[in-house]
């Protein structure tokens, strides 16, 4: 396994503790100890507690979409194969980062253009694919739509989550069982309205 450069290893301590703490309560000291560097190296990288922090979501983000970005661009991978690959990437990553939607979401309501460059050349490079494989299989769904309602029905588990254990639908130690299980049935839902 590859060694972490200083800077890694800042970028990780923070993502631990934004995400623990938040971005107010978590204070530059903090992070500098728990990435076992000093405060000047902190600066010297970052410059700020504001620009870390910047850094850390764009991390975040380019993770979510890069778990879907190159199957949804790849001619290569049929409709099906792309609905199955968005659900499954997804899955996954969120089972490993069970806080990253709602990490997102939150900064997504604060800080709007922090993600408009990567998800507009994302959004530029896989729209004209899937409209393309729209079109030939004579499916009337936008390109929008089927994104939306894949990632609609994987994501929000994840960030329901708290509503869905405290009610008592399904328990805690049954979660990774109910999201793996759906798995199969989102895809099934999700051919079934383009069909």
Do not use: C
């Not at 410059?47 to 850094?55: A, F, I, R």
């Not at 030939?136 to 994104?147: P, R, V």
């Amino acid at each position: 396994m590859d060694k972490l450069t200083t800077e890694q290893k800042i970028i990780r301590a923070a993502d631990k503790l934004f995400t623990q703490k938040g971005y107010a309560a978590t204070k530059t000291r903090e992070i500098a100890e728990e990435a076992e560097t000093n405060l000047a190296l902190l600066n010297y990288y970052f410059g700020s507690k504001e620009n870390l922090y910047k850094k850390v979501v764009q991390e975040k983000f380019k993770m979510l979409i890069g778990a879907i970005s190159p199957v949804l661009s790849d001619e290569s991978f049929t409709l099906e194969d792309k609905i199955k690959a968005i659900i499954e990437n997804y899955t996954k990553l969120l089972l490993e980062n069970e806080e990253l939607p709602i990490f997102i979401l939150n900064e997504l309501t604060v800080n709007k253009e922090l993600f408009k460059d990567i998800t507009n050349n994302a959004r530029q490079i896989a729209q004209p694919v899937l409209d393309k494989q729209l079109k030939e299989k004579n499916i009337k769904m936008s390109a929008a739509n089927l994104i939306v309602n894949t990632l609609g029905l994987t994501l929000f588990p994840f960030v329901a989550k708290p509503l869905i254990v405290s009610s008592g639908l399904v328990k805690e130690d049954e979660f990774i069982g109910f999201v793996s299980e759906r798995k199969d049935k989102i895809f099934e839902w999700i051919i079934k309205t383009i069909k």
